[in-house]
């Protein structure tokens, strides 16, 4: 019997050994979450330092080292978005070979950058008050904060404007604020994620085109600009504000149209 139970013993301890072996360990199951690539210009297959990188669905950002490197965690079919100042932008699928084989280059277009003529017009004053108040632009937008930037920024008229565009909105299936916020719940939730992650806050202060926002959220810059119109900010603000300020409004709005939803 002693025979057996060691013959036994003999036969299941190689099992065993093996089966620890390739069971991976928690460690190695997270490395595993991690994909590497490198970016290059495409013209000069010189590696490119401070792209900024995001997993767009789990709103995660990172940057390239200076030899061009990156290192993310992803999973099969997340997509990331490229974006860098001069280059245009990229969305790159991950695949299962990436995940397999590891490095993966990512080749960079540059493109051109066009500048607009910003004409600036003197206010001719003629030294009368009476006169000159009636000449000097005024305008009635409000001023407010975002947490961790030291300056303040115009945001539209007053807040009992955008409160009743926000009911209107929640009453009103047919409105457009309505449409965009309950058909896009999940990215719009995305919005307090992307205020919390450094990088993607980094790279969003030094934007102004709507691109990173737009491809972040899945909607198309007109639509951006239409729900901060329909939330009361005003025309300047929309225009000339960063991306980073353009994400505190949205935040505000959608934060306020939920309260509003909920105590219907």
Known sequence: M??????????????????????????QQE?????EGTVLNSSTEEPLEGVNIINL???????????????????????????????????????????????????????GIALEEVVVKDV???????????????????????????????AGNSQPGAFDKVMSAIFNPADFLNKVFSNKGSQMRKLRQ?????????????????????ALLQIPREDIEAILGRCDYSESFVKTANDLQILDALSSCYEEYKVLNRDR
């Open 194 to 214: 992307m205020k919390e992650d450094d990088n993607i806050r980094d790279l969003l202060v030094t934007k102004f085109d709507r691109e990173t926002l737009s």
């Open 124 to 154: 001719e004053l003629t030294g009368y008050l009476e006169i000159d108040a009636k000449n000097v632009p005024v305008y009635k937008n409000v001023r407010y904060s975002i947490s961790g930037l030291e300056s303040v920024y115009e």
């Open 31 to 35: 490395e595993a979450s991690f994909i």
């Open 57 to 111: 669905n789990t709103v995660k950002g990172t940057i390239t080292k200076p030899d061009g490197t990156f290192r993310i965690k992803a999973t099969s079919t997340d997509t990331l978005y490229f974006s860098f100042l001069g280059f245009k932008s990229l969305q790159v699928r991950v695949t299962n070979d990436w995940k397999r084989f590891g490095d993966v280059k990512v080749k960079m277009t540059e493109t």
């Open 2 to 27: 002693k025979k057996i139970l060691f013959l036994l013993l003999l036969i299941a301890a190689p099992v065993y050994i093996f089966a620890q072996e390739t069971t991976p360990t928690s460690a």
